[in-house]
């Protein structure tokens, strides 16, 4: 304590007005820091809420004693409970934003109930539920689903539900695959919905998104292409080294639709699938000599007994095979977007040597390494000679360009956090205000020296005599420089009692004749004595 008050009160008013200022603000700093490191994060609660919603949201946190920020649309709370609330928000159900869903339903009884009424309130829940599902996207910042439901009509078949869909985006405008799963997600929830019957509207832009993600001929044709491109090149700089290959894919695409039915039938590709055989024998007699009466036709008549008997037997066999003729039926449709005809470019560079003179001489690649280049190349592209495709490699030299050398890498991206920052800018705001309000301003006024004390006739300037310090050749003749300054001399033109030999005489009867002036050397010896303590 003796020390800091021997330091304080050898500043002046400036640098205790400087030391006080900074004390203050260090003490500011400091409780700012700390205040900053006792507040919890904060983390995005729920975004994009109603005026009611957001409303019971806000009522539902204070009750619950949570801190919670609100930055415009938005509801930050504390990011190690944001989790917990939102499942106890949600059991209280909250937030209720946007239309209800299937608990539209649980409020209607039997009783008094109309079928109207109940279908009225299906389709208003089907809805609700649809637009929940939507917004829980993060692409998406608010929806709304109109469903078309015509009553059934019993002599009309050709009616069938249609929707909408009004979506608001979080960010950019929505995308046509994602339009497309708007679609699919609504006809699937809706019974006989087809996709090409709802209609998504952005409400960012106002316009209707078609959703079709059919790409046409050219873009399939140049990404294809592209794909191409990057596979040759990488395969190439393999070899050759990074930028010292050049490929261009050029992709003729088929833009005909043509639609082929084949049926061929071999004769000799025959098989036997059944086989029927049939079997007939037939009997008969009469008499020998063939002539027909009632008498032998009569069992006992008298032609049975007098001629001879004639009989005759018949045996007829049929046997009938089917055959099923081998047949081949074919149906082929090509649709637009088949290769017609590709065709590959490839420049590549060659090598450089070192020349006996130092000069750099530039040599092409050898035909078996441009050959073997080649069939890679064929490989990678799917070459087909019977399709027309064509291959050229040539090995020429490259230009450098001027300041191709200085490759500068792309600066990479680091997520910066905005409290860190802040909480860094103000410690080192702290620290040099420290040192240059606090810290330098001591050690200055602790190693000046007091100031000059003034002469006799209030010039200012110390004599050299009254310095404080005496010179090892203190003697008589350097005791004439007490004469160079404009001391009260007398009649005589001397400093009486300055006369003589004896030092320590005439440094007493200096003493004695300047007394304030040595008890202000001697109060500067002791403070200075009980800094250095």
Request: aromatic share 4%; no cysteine; glycine share 8%.
């Amino acid at each position: 304590m003796q020390n800091v008050a021997g330091v304080w009160s050898g500043l002046d008013l400036r640098q205790r007005v400087t030391v006080a200022v900074a004390t203050v603000a260090m003490f500011a700093a400091v409780l700012f820091l700390s205040r900053l490191a006792m507040s919890p994060s904060m983390a995005l609660l729920y975004a994009g809420l109603e005026g009611p919603a957001a409303s019971e949201v806000i009522t539902a946190l204070e009750q619950r004693g949570v801190p919670y920020e609100v930055r415009g649309a938005a509801i930050y709370a504390p990011e190690a409970e944001r989790d917990a609330l939102r499942m106890a928000l949600a059991g209280d159900g909250l937030p209720q934003n946007g239309s209800a869903g299937y608990e539209l339903l649980d409020g209607l009884s039997g009783f008094g109930t109309t079928s109207q009424m109940f279908d009225a309130a299906y389709w208003r829940a089907k809805e609700g539920e649809l637009a929940r599902t939507i917004t829980a996207s993060p692409q998406v910042r608010s929806a709304r689903v109109h469903i078309a439901n015509p009553a059934s009509q019993p002599f009309r078949r050709d009616s069938a539900p249609s929707a909408s869909v009004f979506v608001t985006p979080a960010g950019a405008s929505l995308s046509q695959e994602q339009a497309q799963a708007l679609k699919f997600l609504v006809a699937s929830a809706v019974s006989r919905l087809q996709p090409q019957n709802v209609s998504v509207i952005d409400a960012a832009s106002g316009t209707v998104i078609d959703g079709q993600a059919e790409a046409s001929i050219g873009e399939m044709e140049a990404e294809r292409a592209a794909e191409l491109q990057r596979s040759v090149e990488r395969l190439l700089e393999a070899r050759v080294g990074p930028g010292r290959a050049v490929v261009e894919v050029r992709i003729e695409p088929q833009t005909d639709r043509e639609s082929i039915v084949e049926r061929r039938i071999d004769p000799e590709g025959r098989v036997a699938i059944a086989t029927e055989t049939e079997e007939r024998s037939s009997q008969s007699q009469g008499p020998a000599d063939g002539a027909v009466t009632v008498a032998s036709d009569l069992p006992d008549g008298d032609a049975n007994a007098e001629g001879g008997q004639r009989s005759s037997q018949d045996t007829e066999l049929r046997e009938r095979t089917n055959f099923e003729v081998s047949e081949t039926s074919r149906e082929i449709l090509r649709e637009p977007g088949g290769i017609r005809r590709l065709t590959v470019a490839v420049l590549v560079d060659g090598t450089r040597e070192t020349g006996p003179d130092g000069a750099e001489i530039w040599q092409p690649r050898s035909a078996e390494e441009l050959s073997d280049m080649r069939e890679l190349v064929a490989s990678a592209v799917g070459f087909d000679e019977a399709r027309g495709d064509a291959i050229t490699i040539k090995s020429l030299p490259f230009e450098t360009l001027p300041g191709a050398d200085e490759a500068t890498a792309p600066a990479e991206a680091f997520p910066l956090d905005i409290m860190q920052l802040a909480q860094l800018a103000t410690l080192a705001v702290v620290a040099l205000a420290l040192g240059l309000f606090v810290v330098r301003p001591i050690l200055t006024g602790a190693r000046s020296t007091p100031d000059a004390l003034p002469s006799p006739d209030g010039e200012a300037g110390a004599p050299p005599a009254l310095t404080g310090e005496i010179a090892d050749d203190f003697g008589g003749p350097a005791m004439n420089t007490v004469a160079d300054f404009d001391f009260d001399l007398g009649d005589g033109g001397a400093l009486s009692g300055l006369e003589g030999d004896d030092a320590v005489a005439r440094l007493k009867t200096l003493i004695d004749e300047r007394q304030e002036e040595t008890m202000e050397i001697l109060q500067s010896w002791m403070d200075d004595g009980k800094e250095r303590a």
